[in-house]
């Protein structure tokens, strides 16, 4: 059964222009100590190696959320690669400290700046709609606390991630760092125009609603890859949209659910 709108609800981030800036992780990173424990290093080996944090810590709440929460919700999810990104990533400590108690319920969290995390719900099923495999890029127009881009980055090292509001993206940067999400890439910028340097992409995921999917990203997008993005303004209906490229350069869309998100702004907003 669908989910209603009202329990989708997944406002990430309202978008500005802002001066560039790029950081990738330390490959000589070491994750943080939490609460006194050292998280484990888990190494995928047979094609393609890259580091993924492990934390013991609550645990079993996240295993409960895949459970009821996600598979709960029927045949959205069901990618085993993907149910294990949401049982392995701590939601709870891409979230301010005051709402961590909440951090495994299945609604949005503000994380400051106005902003708030998107529900595990959404968050998984926009990840299982990008079909990411090893060695894939993906790039994330949005990055807030961080929480998506770290689910993905159990799939593919490959991450490139834009955030406009310049505090939101420093701290993820320095989040990623402290937990040890060692190949994500962060761009502080306007995500309307995509991040040129590192295309082509194989998948694009939008955190923010948008009027019409732009240009840029499409343009930025590999023949087969996947763009998925919210459509529709603040006050519309909006629509949860699969964007595929053909080999030829046309795309076919798809439009999947009624979702609610913040609109994405900046020159989205003028064209």
Avoid at 116 to 122: A, D, E, H
Wanted: hydrophobic letters at 40%; one cysteine or more.
């Amino acid at each position: 059964m669908m989910k209603p709108m009202a329990v989708l609800l997944a406002g990430m981030l309202v978008f500005f222009l802002r001066c560039p800036g790029e950081e990738q992780a330390s490959p000589g990173s070491v994750p943080a100590r939490i609460n006194g424990r050292t998280p484990e290093l888990s190494v995928q080996s047979d094609t393609l190696s890259w580091s993924r944090p492990r934390f013991d810590e609550r645990q079993e709440e996240r295993a409960v959320m895949v459970r009821t929460t996600i598979l709960g919700a029927g045949q959205y999810v069901t990618d085993a690669r993907v149910l294990d990104a949401m049982r392995h990533v701590p939601r709870h400590l891409f979230v301010p400290e005051k709402v961590r108690r909440a951090a495994y319920q299945d609604r949005p969290l503000p994380i400051g700046s106005g902003q708030t995390i998107s529900q595990p719900f959404i968050v998984a099923y926009m990840t299982e709609l990008l079909n990411v495999k090893p060695g894939d890029k993906v790039l994330e127009i949005g990055t807030g606390s961080g929480y998506q881009a770290a689910v993905l980055a159990e799939l593919t090292p490959e991450i490139y991630t834009l955030e406009i509001i310049r505090e939101l993206g420093e701290q993820a940067r320095t989040r990623f760092r402290r937990l040890g999400y060692q190949s994500i890439r962060v761009k502080i910028g306007d995500g309307y125009y995509g991040w040129e340097a590192h295309a082509p992409f194989d998948a694009i995921i939008v955190t923010a609603a948008a009027g019409h999917v732009p240009p840029p990203l499409v343009q930025q997008l590999k023949p087969g890859g996947r763009l998925v993005i919210p459509i529709g303004g603040i006050y519309q209906v909006q629509s949860l949209m699969l964007v595929t490229k053909k080999n030829d350069g046309s795309f076919h869309t798809q439009q999947l659910m009624p979702v609610r998100f913040v609109p994405m702004t900046g020159t989205v907003q003028e064209k």
